[in-house]
């Protein structure tokens, strides 16, 4: 790398400042100095050139203090760079420059902290540098400081092959506690499967023996553990606490600034990308926390084609990211997949543990450093900045339909100290999109800081959560349902994850999880007096749980609480009392079927609990009691009044109140039918309906106004024939609960 | 130790003045000038100065980097053949304008003889002149008047075979027929031979340290001179709706009303309302012995005082005190050693144990 | 003796048809007027009382001016050392009839738990040794404040006995902090 070739437009330039040089001697002359003046402004429109070749040619031990030349020509520089970013040759005379330390380590320093690229650091100026590391001549916060850098441009860094090939060189540095975790950060980067060698393991667990299971060890190790797992035979936490920080503070808003401006540059495809994806700001922003950032930003486009790596940004098309499948390399910053649909579709279909290892990594350090633990700031931009950020991470975990582990360890800690209304929407859509979680410590992680969140908020929180919740639910079931055709009885929970699951083990989550929400919305029905929305998010609730073994092939049946039952009965709407009915029907269906497949098989495995028909006998009677028979509050209907009470509340007839033409929810409709069928009676005598064939027209009339549930339920329980042979008396059984009873046991 | 410091130093700047010519230390003194003045303050600043032509002033452009700007200035001063004494005319002010860059010490003069009173400037600055050049050699001083009275003095201190260094200036400022002067940047070598001058050039008797300083040169004079919203002492509650705050609904109470506004008028008592002036720090001296239980014999022992050094220090130190006290950090009756900072005009103090004294 | 006539008691007057009064408890009295005027606005139905305190005991000569306090909220900064400890002292002058329902903790500055993580250990341990509900709060919003307020306004009215059906101490079993017993573990090494 000879200075010619860096520089071919300063031979011009070098002329000039040759006789420079020379006429400064003589300042009295006047004259003279009026040519330099002149000399002088000819110079200024290649400042740059001229100061850059002041930095490439200045000697060792240049005195620093009262070198104006030296702090103007550094001055130009900074500002070129803050302003547009220097070019590759730039950056590279820059470097050698900073690294050679042919000033004090101060001015190097100076040098580093502004060195920010406008597109690309070429990979020889960094080998170089690490060349001169290697030196040792370098005080040691110069040396980080150089480390922070490579870690903060790594990915403009325009091919890493030479940094790899000195692999073995960098990794040498990791025995120096001071820069250990910058080289950690910086080889969990770099590394391939051929780096991972039986010596390396054994220096870095050497080096763990010391230091402690320190993070950053931790990470790397994990990661030599996914390539080789022979090698590696330490255990790993299942989970790890995020292993490396963000080391860009210095540079993080001059980059920021110049992405910005690059990607203002640039013009997109739109069509791969996700929907979320922000349209660039046009006011300035202070902070970037959470910004996701560019995939692999601003460049490669010079990237030959020899290499045998492909870069995900080279990509626009699906059938481009077919073809090369087998050798696409990561960026660096593995946040920058989130933002491309085809980075989320190599994802998905690659499986790569390294991968996953990363981007799980990225994203918890992300949600921990950033948003858990940042700094509290009030301001709209922040907020917006986050919720966008939530929302990013909500689609991407929908595409890839798998919560992240990162995200879910993030949500345990933040439900903990959640106010419930931050975020809310991202963050319940994050929560409905955890894994399974075992049952030892469901109670602790989910149900514990929920339920406090819960009860102490307005209504229209309660409804979100049963919302989320159902909707974990319907997660939970259909990955069951999916896994268990695959791989049988024994479920590993995750591919990715060390936990694995039996099915009892599942069973007992699900069962705890549904047992919650039914304490949830009994209690929540209570304290809100029966909230109709409420009420509804409970019956969706159920309408998943009483389909669970006929929908989902979940041989568990769990009965909703009386709490949600008989808010729902003696409900003011009619569509509660109709999706009540729907539930029902449904419950019937699976136990039937249940039974069915009991007697077929004799399994052991399908055991169902006789409370379970119990209790849904007695429901079954009550509903029939209330809606059919006519005979509410009678024993065995589940709501028993003692008839002294229900005097003193002077309605007159009270058995009926509750039945399909008083009920309050249908009161209307039998009016509505009662002036169909007499248009002329001005006296409204409901009770007429109730003779005859009136009373089948009534019951047909309502199956016409949609309630189909409660046309399910009649039909499914109650013997339409036998109400026909009874006049006056519209139905005197139903058809007792027949099949499902508590009497026919599995065993009989 | 520190006089042969001295020494070597006086003869370093020895060398390398008299290796420079006049021009050369005038350019220095210029370059350092200019980085000091801010670029929005530029403009202002030269325009002042008035030593430029109009039609150079009209070509510099100062949206310009700075450090083309100062080479064109620097040029321009070259052209225009300007002295050290220009220059340093610039820098002065700068300092007028920008009194609060360094850190001012207030001087009380006492003794005052019968025509201290009617001094005049003119009598002040010939006399104030001929004392110091009587004292020592190669002093540059420059005397300026700033609006309302007050006189500004620029002192560059040299010695017998050292010209004087423009680098490091005291500034003095004074108003006349007041006992008070405030002092920046003054060396302890060349404290007597200043504090004589002005001795004998404001007709006073002595002059004592005040034991006030601060960086806010017009928050140093203020406290001293009472110029700020005081509010003193009563015995009756003021009215009501002079203090609370805006009214909320009636349906709201504070429990601690009364005490709120107690502590808030507690407050204006001892720091001042409204806009209170800047001081940044307050600084005990504690020279006291170790009293009471004997379980921390390693302090007890000996019955040697112990010294400690306590500095409050802040932004707005007086706005700090009064918010703590106000809000109940502080407890409510302020101890006089806070309060008599707004009282006596200090923030130094040195707090003995009785018994010594 | 002296103790005694400190405390603060929940059951020495007797209630008024449809109010109820909330003590909002803040050392720093950052956040407690706003959420006041929030929860005084809010609410239409109810005459709702709030009485502002920087800490307890609460001056003896307001007693009779005092109505029935429904329910205590103390307001704790996590950003503060002085905070914590002022909720701590505080808690003492109130009645064990209180904690039947009728206190909370209100914790703000949480989320930057670089500073304060075992100051919020020390308040959720008060608060789960004194079962009561512990919330958190975004007090740097608008929203936020909004948010906390409305919630105590819902906390409120069950205390004063104004939702049918729900008593104080049925919504503080529900709601009471409980300390998670070793949940990093947990976190750490599932068995299953």
Redesign the interface.
């Known amino acids: 790398m000879t200075e010619a070739s860096i520089l071919p437009g300063l031979a011009g330039a070098a002329d000039c400042s040759n006789e420079n040089d020379s006429s400064c001697s003589d300042i009295s002359n006047k004259s003279l100095?009026i040519a330099e003046?002149a000399k002088?402004k000819r110079q200024?429109e290649a400042p740059l050139l001229l100061a850059l070749k002041y930095f490439s040619q200045v000697k060792t031990g240049t005195p620093r203090n009262g070198n104006?030349e030296l702090?103007?020509y550094l001055?130009?520089v900074e500002?070129e760079a803050l302003a547009q970013g220097l070019a590759p040759e730039a950056v590279s005379i820059m470097l050698e420059f900073a690294m050679s330390l042919r000033m004090t380590s101060a001015i190097s320093s100076r040098v580093l902290r502004f060195l920010i690229p406008a597109s690309v650091v070429p990979q020889e100026a960094v080998v170089r540098g690490f060349s001169w590391l290697c030196m040792q001549k370098l005080s040691q916060p110069t040396q980080v400081l150089f480390l922070r850098w490579v870690l903060s441009m790594f990915d403009m860094i325009d091919s890493k092959d030479n940094l790899r090939a000195i692999y073995g060189f960098i990794f040498s540095f990791v025995i120096d506690e001071t820069m250990c975790p910058f080289i950690c950060h910086l080889l969990y980067l770099l590394t391939l499967k051929e780096h991972v060698k039986p010596f390396r393991v054994r220096k870095l667990l050497d080096i763990q023996g010391r230091m402690g299971k320190q993070p950053f060890l931790m990470q790397l190790l994990a990661l030599y553990k996914v390539f080789c797992p022979e090698m590696v035979t330490l255990t790993m936490?299942?989970?790890m606490k995020a292993g490396f920080k963000n080391h860009n503070s210095t540079w993080k808003v001059a980059l920021a600034a110049l992405r910005k401006r690059n990607i203002s540059k640039e013009t997109h495809s739109m069509e791969l990308t996700l929907g979320v994806r922000q349209h660039p700001h046009r006011r300035k922003r202070k902070f970037h926390h959470l910004l996701v950032p560019a995939l692999t930003p601003m460049m490669e486009s010079s990237r030959s084609n020899s290499r045998k790596g492909v870069c995900l940004q080279q990509l626009s098309s699906f059938a481009e990211l077919l073809d090369n499948l087998n050798s696409i390399e990561l960026p660096a910053q593995m946040g920058s997949l989130l933002s491309s649909a085809l980075a989320l579709h190599y994802l998905d279909c690659v499986q790569d543990e390294s991968a996953f290892l990363r981007l799980n990594f990225w994203l918890g350090h992300a949600l921990h450093e950033e948003f858990?633990?940042?700094?509290?700031?009030?301001s709209?931009e922040s907020?917006g900045e986050a919720a966008h950020f939530l929302s990013m991470l909500v689609s991407t975990q929908h595409f890839l339909q798998e919560g992240f582990s990162s995200t879910e360890?993030f949500l345990?800690k933040f439900l903990?100290?959640?106010?419930?209304?931050?975020h809310r929407p991202q963050i319940l859509e994050l929560l409905s999109d955890i894994p399974l979680v075992?049952s030892?410590?469901i109670k602790?992680?989910l149900f514990?800081p929920l339920?406090?969140l819960y009860?102490?908020?307005?209504v229209f929180f309660k409804c979100s959560v049963i919302e989320c919740l159902t909707s974990m639910l319907r997660k939970w079931l259909t990955w069951h349902s999916v896994c268990a055709q695959e791989e049988g009885l024994d479920i590993s929970l995750n591919n990715r994850s060390t936990?694995?699951?039996?099915l009892s083990?599942f069973l007992d989550s699900v069962l705890k999880l549904v047992q919650f929400v039914g304490?949830l919305t009994s209690?929540g029905l209570?304290?809100e007096?029966g909230h109709t929305l409420l009420l509804h998010h409970a019956l969706g609730f159920y309408e998943t749980v009483s389909d669970m073994f006929l929908k989902y092939s979940l041989p568990l049946f769990v009965m909703l609480p009386p709490g949600v039952f008989f808010p729902a009965l003696l409900a003011t709407d009619p569509v509660s009392i109709d999706r009540l009915g729907y539930i029902m029907f449904r419950y019937r269906q699976n136990l039937t079927s249940a039974k069915e497949q009991q007697k077929k098989q004799r399994e052991l495995s399908l055991h169902i609990n006789r409370s379970v028909y119990k209790e849904f006998n007695t429901y079954l009677v009550a509903m029939v009691a209330h809606l059919w028979n006519s005979k509410s509050f009678s024993p065995r209907t589940g709501i028993e009044v003692s008839e002294a009470l229900l005097e003193r509340t002077k309605v007159a007839d009270y058995s009926k109140s509750f039945d399909l033409i008083h009920h309050p929810a249908f009161l209307n409709y039998a009016i509505d039918f009662h002036q169909q069928c007499w248009p002329e009676r001005t006296d409204v005598d409901l009770n007429s309906i109730k003779v005859g064939k009136y009373w089948e027209w009534y019951v047909e009339f309502l199956f016409t106004q949609g309630f189909d549930g409660l046309r399910d339920f009649i039909k499914v329980n109650i013997n339409q024939a036998s109400a026909r042979q009874s006049i006056g008396q519209p139905l005197s059984q139903p058809t007792q609960p027949s099949q499902p009873t508590a009497v026919s046991s599995p065993s009989s | 130790m520190s006089l042969l410091f001295n020494i070597v130093i006086s003869v370093v700047l020895y060398v390398c003045f008299t290796s420079l010519n006049m021009d050369d230390v005038a350019r220095t003194l210029l370059q350092r000038t200019l980085r000091k003045i801010p670029t929005r303050k530029l403009e202002e600043t030269i325009k002042k100065w008035s030593h430029l032509s109009r039609r150079q002033q009209q070509s510099l452009n100062y949206t310009q980097s700075k450090w083309i700007l100062l080479q064109k200035l620097v040029s321009f001063c070259e052209d225009n053949e300007l002295t050290v004494r220009h220059v340093s005319e610039l820098e002065m002010i700068y300092c007028m304008e920008n009194p609060n860059l360094g850190t001012w010490k207030a001087c009380h003069l006492t003794d005052a003889e019968d025509d201290a009173t009617s001094l005049d400037l003119m009598c002040f600055k010939e006399q104030f002149k001929s004392h110091l050049a009587e004292l020592t050699r190669n002093v540059s001083i420059k005397i300026k008047k700033h609006e309302n009275e007050t006189i500004w003095i620029r002192i560059a201190w040299g010695e017998n075979f050292i010209k004087p260094n423009h680098l490091k200036p005291t500034y003095v400022v004074h108003d006349l027929q007041t006992p008070y002067v405030f002092i920046c940047n003054l060396s302890s070598k060349n404290k007597p031979l200043l504090y004589q001058t002005l001795v004998l050039a404001t007709k006073h008797g002595s002059i004592k340290d005040a034991h006030l300083s601060g960086r806010n040169l017009h928050a140093v004079r203020d406290l001293l001179m009472g110029n700020y919203h005081q509010t003193f002492p009563t015995n009756h509650q003021r009215p009501l709706e002079e203090m609370s705050p805006p009214p909320t609904h009636p349906n709201i109470e504070n429990e601690h009303k009364e005490h709120a506004e107690k502590r808030q008028q507690v407050a204006c008592e001892a720091f001042g309302e409204g806009k209170v002036p800047k001081l940044e720090t307050a600084t005990y001296t504690l020279e006291t012995r170790f009293r009471g239980g004997g379980s921390i014999d390693t302090l007890v022992d000996g019955e040697k005082p112990f010294r400690t050094v306590v500095q409050f220090a802040s932004t707005s130190l007086l706005e700090s005190l009064h918010h703590c006290v106000s809000s109940g950090i502080a407890d409510a009756p302020v101890s006089p050693l806070l309060s008599s900072i707004t009282q006596k005009g200090r923030n130094y103090f040195v707090i003995t144990d009785k018994a010594d004294r | 003796m002296k103790l005694r006539t400190k405390m603060l008691k929940p059951f020495r007057k007797v209630p008024v048809l449809n109010a109820a009064n909330v003590l909002l408890v803040e050392n720093e009295e950052h956040l407690h007027s706003r959420l006041a005027d929030i929860i005084v606005q809010n609410e239409k139905d109810v005459n709702i009382t709030v009485r502002l305190a920087r800490k307890l005991p609460l001056p003896v000569e307001n007693q009779d001016s005092r109505p029935r306090i429904d329910l205590v909220v103390f307001i704790v900064n996590l950003m503060s050392e002085r905070s914590v400890q002022s909720a701590e002292q505080s808690v003492r002058y109130l009645d064990s009839g209180f904690f039947l329902g009728k206190v909370c903790f209100l914790v703000t500055g949480a989320r930057c738990l670089s500073v304060s993580s075992t100051r919020l250990l020390t308040v959720r341990k008060m608060a789960s040794s004194l079962h009561c509900p512990l919330l958190f709060a975004e007090d740097q919003t608008s929203e936020g404040v909004i948010a906390a307020a409305v919630r105590l306004l819902g906390i409120l009215k069950v205390a004063a006995g104004l939702v049918p059906f729900a008593t104080g101490l049925s919504l503080n079993s529900v709601t009471h902090c409980i300390l998670p017993s070793d949940l990093e573990q947990n976190l750490d090494s599932p068995t299953c």
Do not use: H, I
């Not at chain 1, 903990?416 to 931050?422: A, R, S």
């Not at chain 1, 009860?455 to 307005?458: G, K």
């Not at chain 1, 936990?499 to 039996?502: A, D, E």
């Open positions: 100095r003046n002088k200024a104006d702090y103007g001055e130009q500002r936490p299942s989970k858990l633990f940042g700094p509290v700031d009030g709209s907020m360890g345990y903990t100290m959640w106010d419930g209304f931050l075992p030892s410590y602790d992680v514990e339920m406090q009860f102490t908020s307005s936990m694995s699951l039996s083990g304490r209690v209570q304290l007096r």
